[in-house]
C-alpha cells in the first residue's frame, strides 16, 4: 500500500514540475473595477491590489491592459495552487519514506 502511494505521489509530482515550466507571465492580486463616484457609478476605474514582500500595493490599470491582468492573475493563482499540492505531497512522500524506513529497521 505504502509503495503505491509512494508511485502515485512521485507521479503526481512529475506532472505538477510539468505544469508549473508550462507557466508563463503571471502577476498576484486581485483587480477591481472603482468608481470616482460610487453612488452615480460614474468615473470607472480599475485598480490592482496585492502584497509582496510583506507590502501591499495598489496600482491603477488602463482599460487596455485589463483583459491581460486577468490572464496573469489566475495564472499566479494556478501556480500558487501547484506549489501548495507539491508541498503538501512532500510533507507526505517523506513521512511514508521515514516510516517504511522504520519498518525496514524493525524487522
Given at each position: 500500500?505504502?509503495?503505491?502511494r509512494?508511485?502515485?505521489?512521485e507521479?503526481r509530482?512529475r506532472?505538477?514540475?510539468k505544469?508549473?515550466?508550462a507557466?508563463d507571465?503571471?502577476?498576484?492580486?486581485?483587480?477591481t473595477?472603482q468608481?470616482?463616484f460610487p453612488?452615480?457609478?460614474k468615473g470607472a476605474?480599475?485598480?490592482l491590489?496585492?502584497?509582496?514582500?510583506?507590502?501591499s500595493?495598489?496600482?491603477?490599470?488602463?482599460p487596455a491592459?485589463?483583459?491581460?491582468?486577468q490572464?496573469?492573475i489566475v495564472?499566479?493563482?494556478?501556480?500558487?495552487?501547484?506549489?501548495d499540492?507539491?508541498?503538501?505531497?512532500?510533507?507526505e512522500?517523506?513521512k511514508?519514506n521515514?516510516?517504511?524506513?522504520?519498518?525496514?529497521?524493525a524487522?
Amino acid at each position: 500500500m505504502e509503495t503505491k502511494r509512494l508511485r502515485y505521489i512521485e507521479n503526481r509530482i512529475r506532472v505538477i514540475k510539468k505544469q508549473l515550466q508550462a507557466v508563463d507571465g503571471m502577476r498576484p492580486g486581485s483587480l477591481t473595477r472603482q468608481y470616482q463616484f460610487p453612488k452615480q457609478k460614474k468615473g470607472a476605474y480599475y485598480q490592482l491590489s496585492y502584497t509582496h514582500k510583506m507590502k501591499s500595493r495598489t496600482e491603477y490599470v488602463r482599460p487596455a491592459f485589463v483583459d491581460q491582468l486577468q490572464k496573469e492573475i489566475v495564472a499566479f493563482k494556478n501556480f500558487k495552487k501547484l506549489v501548495d499540492e507539491w508541498v503538501e505531497l512532500a510533507i507526505e512522500y517523506s513521512k511514508l519514506n521515514v516510516d517504511a524506513q522504520k519498518k525496514k529497521l524493525a524487522e
